[in-house]
Nanobody, 117 residues
Framework: QVQLVESGGGLVQAGGSLRLSCAASGRTFSSFRMGWFRQAPGKEREFVAAIRRSDGSTYYADSVKGRFTISRDNAKHTIYLRMNSLKPEDTAAYYC??????????WGQGTQVTVSS
């Protein structure tokens, strides 16, 4: 089992920045990759960014490329999502997840990000 705890969400004006954190505990050695997803009201959960544990390769949704940066601290079993130039359409609950190469197995409880116009 892996437990994930997100933090860092909040209310910010458009154009502002936030940094989300996700601390993992438990069987963290099994986490081939870690990532962020988000879900806005009335919409499906969507992929935001991911990072591979072994070599730090990163992947982003087109909607956040150039604005968001995912990073990791393997020693602390923590990943971060730096979000710059935030837009109202970035408003959502953001979820941290870990998984192997085929699926996402564990999810955090989510942290709310609200961007005001």
């Amino acid at each position: 089992q892996v437990q994930l705890v997100e933090s860092g969400g909040g209310l910010v004006q458009a154009g502002g920045s936030l940094r989300l954190s996700c601390a993992a505990s438990g069987r963290t050695f099994s986490s081939f990759r870690m990532g962020w997803f988000r879900q806005a009201p009335g919409k499906e959960r969507e992929f935001v960014a991911a990072i591979r544990r072994s070599d730090g390769s990163t992947y982003y949704a087109d909607s956040v490329k150039g604005r968001f940066t995912i990073s990791r601290d393997n020693a602390k079993h923590t990943i971060y999502l730096r979000m710059n130039s935030l837009k109202p359409e970035d408003t959502a609950a953001y979820y941290c997840a870990v998984g192997d190469s085929n699926s996402w197995s564990y999810w955090g409880q989510g942290t709310q990000v609200t961007v005001s116009s």
